[in-house]
């Protein structure tokens, strides 16, 4: 941590005496302020191992969890009081944070030290998470009130009361308003370590109802590193409590003071003085279930027969394209509370939407509008625009993992384990051969994987360079990955659902690969997908 502050910047826009710091405040400091300073400054408390320990100790007594409740840490920072829930038995646990560079940091912390638990950026106010799903939501180290509108706290209490079970537990570790109004201090300073120090300046907002604070951090020898504003609401318990009961929440109960500890016992501003409360959700009778479907009529876009269609075996509808398609509408037709009607031509498909109006539609164009698979996002697309709800990916989603090497990278981003991998662009006028053998080569765009054959798998050198000049000849205009191919079992996992209202996972499916021939590489190529007298077909 050190290394970051101590890097030589350009200096920083400082603005020296200010009378006003409300007028300074930005409406949104909570998307920049939780950095590596943000530890720098806060470390005392928030790497404060014991502190920690003892959060802890106070929410497993005050809501009872017990291993094997689902806990959302929310406003997680990063990710201390999930690591310490994990390595005590608890969980599964969620960890949730708006900054990215503190999700990441906690992503980091749990690998190192072993710990299973999942971490995501995310919104308070806007939860993506099923309903009903975790026993204890928990906000602990004065995270809750930083929005400029009073409804904005209101929002995230509603989205808490939504993913919680019913009996559930909201745990809140929140400043002491009532008594930081009458004794916060106006200005106050600390060295945060042998190099940097920091000034703070506090006032209570027009309103009386946030405070205030300023902090500048210099380094003693560079000057000033950071000048920045930040702002809590302050809820005294009075107030706190009928917030939770306007919002829904029951069984509210104080459990007392939280006394932070720091180890450098200086300056523990709002963390000094802290009250922890709990609240649950309350159980209500299940709502009646909807009486037949929400859409009764649904229409199913597919892909055009009458049009070619380049990925296609010989560029055209094959019979086992239109056996799939009527075991498809077969398997459709005993859903006897649904009337399906069917969208093939795509000459006419704005025509027939505009006309027909569907309730619902079942997207099943993978190949794309016009049988062109770099335009499958223009059906949702065109969905989207005519205002009518649809099933699958979003068009955005569509073009981003049309782009194998930007799923990699998001991939790798998330730390999901990936490849080792090299991209050529189609000017590229020499190659690197790979550094390991045996390499995958694939083209960077496409799907139904056109371009992965039985010789995409290469084991040498002049392998490599004769799959390369077909890759070459055959995609003139898309980009080539070679990657690190990964031997071993083969996975896949359809889910049904959206975030936020419940996903369902269908069973896991293993590729077996016992009956291919042994010459032959164990992928699911082109091969297995269009050509019925491949050995990879059945």
């Known amino acids: 941590m050190n290394n970051t502050l101590d890097k030589p910047k350009a200096p920083p ?9 409300e007028r300074h405040l930005p409406t949104d400091w909570w998307r920049t302020l939780f950095n590596a300073i943000y530890l720098k400054t806060d470390g005392d408390v928030v790497e404060n191992e014991k502190a920690t320990a003892r959060e802890v100790d106070v929410l497993v007594e005050a809501t009872g969890i017990e291993s094997g409740d689902a806990i959302l840490d929310l406003c997680c920072g990063h990710g201390r009081h999930s690591i310490e829930l994990v390595r005590r038995g608890f969980g599964p646990v969620t960890g949730v944070d708006r900054s990215r560079y503190l999700i990441r940091l906690a992503r980091k912390r749990a690998k190192q030290s072993g710990v299973c638990a999942a971490f995501r950026e995310g919104d308070a106010r806007r939860l993506r998470l099923a309903e009903n799903s975790m026993k204890c939501v928990v906000l602990f180290g004065n995270s809750f009130g930083y929005f400029e509108r009073e409804e904005d706290d209101r929002a995230v209490l509603e989205a808490v009361l939504r993913v919680l079970q019913p009996s559930g537990t909201v745990a809140l570790d929140i400043a002491n308003g009532e008594w930081l109004r009458e004794h916060f201090e106006p200005r ?7 190099n940097h120090f920091v000034c703070r300046e506090r006032s209570l907002a027009t309103d009386g109802r946030r405070l205030i604070s300023r902090e500048v951090v210099t380094h003693a020898e560079r000057g000033v590193i950071a000048d920045q504003f930040y702002a809590e609401r302050l809820y005294s318990w009075s107030d706190i ?12 109960v104080n459990h007392g003071p939280l006394v932070g500890l720091s180890d450098r016992a200086q300056d523990l501003g709002m963390m000094a003085h802290r009250i922890f409360i709990t609240a649950r959700k309350p159980v209500r009778m299940m709502p009646k279930r909807r009486l037949g479907p929400a859409f009764s009529n649904v229409t199913v876009i597919l892909g055009d027969p009458s049009l070619p269609d380049s990925v296609k075996r010989d560029g055209v509808y094959n019979p086992e394209d239109f056996e799939t398609l009527d075991k498809m509408k077969e398997a459709l037709e005993q859903l006897k509370t649904y009337d399906f009607a069917y969208l093939t031509r795509h000459d006419s498909l704005l025509a027939d939407l505009l006309e027909e109006k569907p309730d619902f539609v079942l997207n099943l164009c993978d190949e794309g509008f016009q049988n062109d698979a770099f335009k499958e996002l223009h059906v949702p697309a065109l969905l989207e625009i005519l205002g009518i709800p649809y099933t699958g990916a979003g068009p955005a989603c569509l073009g981003l993992c049309y782009h194998k090497a930007h799923v990699r990278a998001i991939a790798q981003c998330l730390e999901i384990p990936v490849p080792l991998e090299t991209l050529y662009n189609p000017e590229d006028q020499t190659a690197t051969l790979p550094s390991v053998f045996p390499a995958l080569m694939k083209p960077n765009f496409g799907d139904s994987s056109i371009g992965i054959t039985k010789d995409a798998v290469v084991r040498t050198t002049e392998e490599f360079f004769g799959y390369w000049e077909w890759l070459r000849s055959e995609f003139p205009h898309s980009p080539l990955l070679v990657q690190e191919f990964l031997s071993g079992p083969e996975y896949s996992v359809a889910i049904i659902g959206n975030p936020g209202t419940g996903m369902t996972a269908l069973p896991i499916l293993e590729v077996d690969y016992s009956a291919l021939p042994p010459e032959l590489p164990p992928i699911l190529g082109y091969e297995s997908k269009w050509l019925p007298d491949s050995p990879y077909w059945t």
């Not at 826009?13 to 710091?21: F, N, S």
């Not at 106050?188 to 042998?194: M, N, V, Y």
């Not at 409590?241 to 509210?252: C, D, S």
Request: zero cysteines; charged letters at 25%; glycine letters at 10%.
């Open 241 to 252: 409590r009928a917030l939770l009961e306007r919002v829904g929440f029951t069984g509210i």
């Open 13 to 21: 826009r400082t603005l020296g005496p200010v009378v006003d710091l």
């Open 188 to 194: 106050s300073w600390e060295w945060i370590d042998q």
